[in-house]
């Protein structure tokens, strides 16, 4: 559409970026330095945010840096299963036969934690991604598969993803217990206001061009639009440069980015 009109190898602004690709902002150094201590206890913890604030790019980059001889990752996007659809979702993930009874399901998904753990030395990660969807009773039963109360150390570690929701459910007092239990809670924030040029021109290089293909009035437009949230960014600034491409202009002005809002929304 617009490549060859700014003279770009590919799309800037798709979502196909590789974990050490992801544009290195004050909120992602925070997410990450708070998921490596997590992982470091060994504990329950819990990332919100709102859609598209990079929540599961920052899981993304915590799997990337990961040993893999010393973690084993599993990531599940549950939604509004009952705990047996959960417990069958796990078990695949973790390569393990699916059995008929929650119980039996329940038995197998420890004895393979406790063999990660115990046997090959290595810490089994789980995450939850769409955690705002889950079931009182799946988020009980996933509390449950942390709780190895004879061991002085944790065996599994698991990762709640989602959106503000969950935080707010897991603070009442039917989920007291999980709300004791998690060590980590973190709100994702969007970028701040003086980091959107440098996450534009990240994405522009990664196509090929050191050209500021946006004015300063399109980037201020992107950011009252977006709030700062990278889904959101992407999706406007690709739109805007259509936009722009369309105009045969040299750069997306604020009246690109209008029109792309007017197009997608913001």
């Not at 003279?7 to 800037?12: D, F, I, K, R, V």
């Not at 995450?127 to 598969?145: F, G, K, S």
């Not at 105009?247 to 002005?253: E, H, I, N």
Request: proline share 5%; glycine share 6%; charged share 25%.
């Amino acid at each position: 559409m617009y490549t060859d009109h700014f003279g770009l190898t590919h799309y800037p602004f798709d979502k196909n970026l590789a974990p050490d690709e992801l544009f290195d902002s004050k909120a992602t150094r925070e997410a990450s330095l708070r998921l490596g201590h997590l992982v470091e206890l060994r504990g329950i913890g819990l990332i919100t945010g709102e859609p598209g604030s990079g929540k599961t790019a920052s899981c993304r980059k915590l799997i990337h840096g990961l040993h893999e001889g010393l973690y084993r990752v599993f990531y599940v996007p549950l939604s509004t299963g009952n705990v047996m659809d959960a417990y069958k979702s796990i078990a695949w993930e973790m390569g393990l036969p699916t059995e008929r009874s929650r119980a039996a399901c329940y038995r197998v998904i420890r004895a393979e934690v406790t063999r990660l753990s115990l046997e090959t030395k290595r810490t089994p990660i789980l995450i939850v991604d769409e955690a705002h969807h889950l079931r009182n009773d799946v988020l009980e039963d996933l509390r449950l598969l942390t709780n190895y109360e004879l061991d002085s150390v944790n065996r599994l570690c698991l990762l709640l993803v989602g959106l503000v929701e969950i935080r707010r459910r897991v603070s009442m007092a039917v989920h007291e217990s999980l709300d004791q239990r998690i060590v980590l809670k973190h709100h994702m924030n969007g970028l701040e206001r003086d980091e959107l040029g440098p996450y534009i021109l990240h994405h522009l290089r990664r196509a090929g061009t050191e050209l500021p293909l946006f004015s300063p009035e399109a980037e201020e437009a992107v950011y009252q639009a977006t709030n700062g949230l990278p889904r959101p960014i992407n999706r406007l600034c690709h739109y805007a440069l259509m936009a722009a491409a369309a105009d045969k202009a040299k750069v997306a002005g604020a009246q690109h980015v209008e029109a792309a809002v007017r197009e997608v929304g913001p």
